[in-house]
């Protein structure tokens, strides 16, 4: 399952950008799948991917467990 960390976040369109630890492309993230954290940047998620190659977006996100 792949993890990264929250670079971006918009709030008032409530989604952000994680940029995944493997260095691969920034995925877009629905900010209302975290349900008992508060998004901040630099906040570490654990999600699945989804969408086409070009434009990955995340799924099942989760705060990652370090």
């Known amino acids: 399952m792949p993890t990264g960390t929250i670079s971006r976040v918009s709030y008032q369109h ?3 950008i994680v940029q995944p630890d ?6 877009l993230v629905n900010l209302d ?5 508060f998004p901040t940047i ?4 654990a999600f699945d991917l989804a969408g ?3 434009r990955p977006y995340a799924i099942g996100v989760r705060q990652a467990e370090d």
Request: proline fraction near 5%; aromatic fraction near 4%; hydrophobic fraction near 35%.
């Open 14 to 16: 409530n989604f952000g």
């Open 22 to 27: 493997d260095s691969g492309q920034d995925v």
């Open 33 to 37: 799948q975290l349900e008992d954290v």
């Open 42 to 45: 630099g906040l570490r998620l």
């Open 52 to 54: 086409p190659a070009d």
